[in-house]
């Protein structure tokens, strides 16, 4: 296997990167532990020092990270900066807080007294996915290096250009060898690494093929995990919703990232009452996006992030239409070089046809038309996923009670604001278990250890 950087606006190659041999990868693992060694006697202070220091340079680079993940995986320019900062914030808020969320606990025996210290354990493995090729790179380094672990993470093979940008902040923000390592290695040498004593705790972000396989083995291995899967958000729109307001985060919700978000919105359901009128105004809005290059500001519509993602999508759209699904609107791959893709609307999508359950990641909405709330809600949670959802009224109390019942890590009122540095982050289901980011985020790879003391004789 190799690491092909390829532009997906035109699918011409950038560049190509060998696997790191074996014998390389011993040497890089025994760099992160020699380091974790040091780095867990250090400072919150010292750590925050670095860590800070990478968020700033984040920032200040903002236009030279975005332009190599523009050019790696097709992401629009203005979204691609709006990542890097969004990065950039999220070190910053760990080297802020992880004091604080890390603080000894005092606790209140019976007899005696008792607190609870939050420890590092060691080398800690991230394997990350391409669809936001910095985000999921901060989401793990902010928590897990101020806790005062070390990362070695496995990129995804599409972006390893931005997985070497992302090493190389490291080393310009003053970070010690061994505190944030790249690893370019093949799913073998993946679980290799998961077995290695070294390794106390592996992150997974991605399908969930990968989380199954890499969950499997740390879990033969007795290492904590956290899996980060994926999704097919309901997307509810009741009939007291403001329409205007709702087709604006209907378009954004399954957009943004040309649709390549694990908690974009996948399934809209709509409540008959107004579901004409949402699909018109929401096929209106999408055929307005147009293709271009994601490099120029003025594209509304960007390519996938590869050939084979771009194939891939097609085959279920073929698959969905071959089990009876209709095609509202798209459906084809766009007639001109590169990984592009029409927005394209399914509608009778009915349980049994493979679409039903799948997750489609790209521009592809479904679209479902329900009685009332409560088939909302049921529809809604007949997934195997349950990551995110959202729903719109203009009743807040009714969208808190819909929110309650709908089955999913994360629900949203009135907007899809996914992620911010201080939310939990995740799903239950098929889309994963444990929380990435705010101070959840951070608890994951730490020893909770008791401390304990009574002035007291050993029984007899
Ligand atoms: P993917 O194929 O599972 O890849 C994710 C990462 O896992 C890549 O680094 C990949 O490496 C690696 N990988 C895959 N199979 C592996 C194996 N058997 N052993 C070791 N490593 C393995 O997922 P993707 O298609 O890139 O990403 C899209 C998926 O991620 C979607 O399902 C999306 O919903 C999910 N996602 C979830 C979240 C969340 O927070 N819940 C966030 C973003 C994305 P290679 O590229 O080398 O195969």
């Known amino acids: 296997m190799a690491y092909d ?3 997906p606006f035109d699918n011409k190659l950038n560049k190509s990167f060998a696997d ?7 040497e890089k693992m025994a760099i992160a532990a020699a380091c974790f060694e040091k780095w867990r006697h250090t400072s919150y202070a010292h750590r925050a020092a670095i860590v800070a220091k990478a968020a700033k340079l984040l920032h200040e680079q903002a236009d ?14 203005s979204e691609a900066r709006g990542e890097v900062e969004f990065s950039s914030n999220i070190l910053a808020y760990y080297a802020k807080n992880a004091e604080r969320f890390l603080a000894d606990v005092e606790l209140h025996p019976s007899l005696g007294e ?19 090729p910095y985000y999921q790179l901060a989401r793990v380094a902010g928590p897990h290096l101020m806790a005062g672990n070390t990362l070695v993470v496995k990129h995804a093979g599409c972006v390893p250009q931005c997985a070497i940008a992302f090493e190389k902040l490291w080393i310009d923000a003053g970070a010690p060898p061994g505190l944030y390592t790249n690893l370019l290695i093949s799913h073998g040498q993946a679980d290799h690494v998961v077995d290695d004593a070294r390794v106390k705790g592996v992150a997974l972000t991605g399908s969930v093929a990968a989380g199954r396989s890499i969950a499997a083995r740390a879990g033969q291995n007795l290492k904590p995990s956290s899996m980060e899967l994926g999704g097919s ?26 649709g390549q978000t694990c908690c974009a919105a996948k399934r809209f359901i709509v409540v008959e009452k107004v579901a004409d009128k949402f699909l018109e105004k929401f096929k209106t809005a999408l055929g307005a996006l147009t293709a ?23 085959g279920q759209v073929d698959a969905a239409v071959s089990h009876g699904a209709k ?5 084809k791959r766009i007639d001109r070089p590169g990984a592009f893709m029409e927005p394209t609307i399914l509608t009778d999508v009915k349980p049994g046809n493979p679409a039903f359950r799948d997750e489609f990641f790209g521009p592809v909405a479904m679209f479902f038309r329900v009685k009332n709330e409560d088939e909302a809600i049921a529809l809604a949670n007949d997934s195997d996923f349950g990551l995110g959802g959202s729903v719109f009224t203009k009743d807040l109390e009714r969208g808190k009670r819909v929110a309650s019942r709908v089955d999913t890590g994360m629900m949203f009122i009135n907007n899809i604001s996914w992620s911010d540095a201080e939310l939990p982050f995740g799903g239950i289901k098929d ?30």
């Open 292 to 314: 271009g290059d994601p490099m120029e500001e003025k594209t509304t519509l960007g390519p996938l992030s590869t050939e084979s993602a771009l194939v891939q999508l097609l």
């Open 431 to 460: 889309s994963g278990y444990g929380r990435e980011l705010g101070d959840m985020g951070i608890q994951a790879f730490v020893n909770k250890k008791l401390v304990r003391y009574v002035e007291a004789e050993a029984p007899v």
């Open 5 to 7: 950087s390829v532009n």
């Open 233 to 258: 958000d309901a997307f509810i729109v009741l009939e007291d919703a403001d329409m205007d307001h709702t087709i604006k985060w209907a378009v954004w919700g399954r957009m943004y990232n040309t």
């Open 20 to 26: 790191i041999s074996d014998k390389q990868l011993e």
């Open 64 to 77: 030279h990270f975005a332009h190599i993940m523009t050019k790696e995986m097709g992401k629009r320019i």
């Open 327 to 331: 095609i509202a609107m798209g459906g």
């Open 114 to 132: 008792g607190h609870m210290e939050s420890n590092p354990i060691g080398v800690i493995f991230g394997v990350e996915p391409w669809n936001f």
